[in-house]
């Protein structure tokens, strides 16, 4: 299956050539966020990942997830069953200055 994954806001500089869409197939025929999130850091998509994601399960503190535009916690969260043609956002809400 698909994936797409979206980079917002301070986001966008923690993805490889600071792109703001990244699709990938993954690996499972009907992943979770969580085998999402796995795979990102396996295959190192991200350069800086830690700034993102904290483990499979979990994103570090000030980094939104949403999914299809929606907060992901309305959605289980990490266990939420990706569907074809979803999308993944990360939107980080920490800017320096």
Same mark, same amino acid.
């Given at each position: 299956?698909?994936v797409?994954?979206?980079?917002? #806001? #301070?986001?966008?500089t @923690?993805?490889? $050539?600071g792109?703001?869409f990244l699709t990938?197939k ?8 969580s085998?999402?999130?796995? !795979?990102? $850091? $396996?295959?190192?998509?991200i350069?800086?990942i830690? @700034?993102l994601i *904290?483990? %499979?399960? %979990?994103?570090?503190p000030?980094? =939104?997830v =949403?999914i299809? %535009?929606a %907060?992901?916690e309305?959605f289980? *969260? @990490?266990e939420? !069953?990706?569907c ?11 800017? #320096? #200055?």
């Amino acid at each position: 299956m698909e994936v797409t994954l979206e980079f917002c #806001g #301070g986001a966008e500089t @923690a993805h490889n $050539r600071g792109e703001k869409f990244l699709t990938f197939k993954s690996e499972n025929k009907e992943p979770k966020v969580s085998d999402i999130f796995a !795979q990102v $850091r $396996r295959k190192k998509l991200i350069d800086d990942i830690d @700034a993102l994601i *904290e483990s %499979d399960k %979990d994103v570090k503190p000030g980094v =939104l997830v =949403l999914i299809n %535009d929606a %907060d992901w916690e309305l959605f289980n *969260e @990490a266990e939420y !069953q990706v569907c074809k043609n979803d999308r993944i956002t990360f939107v980080s809400t920490l800017h #320096g #200055g």
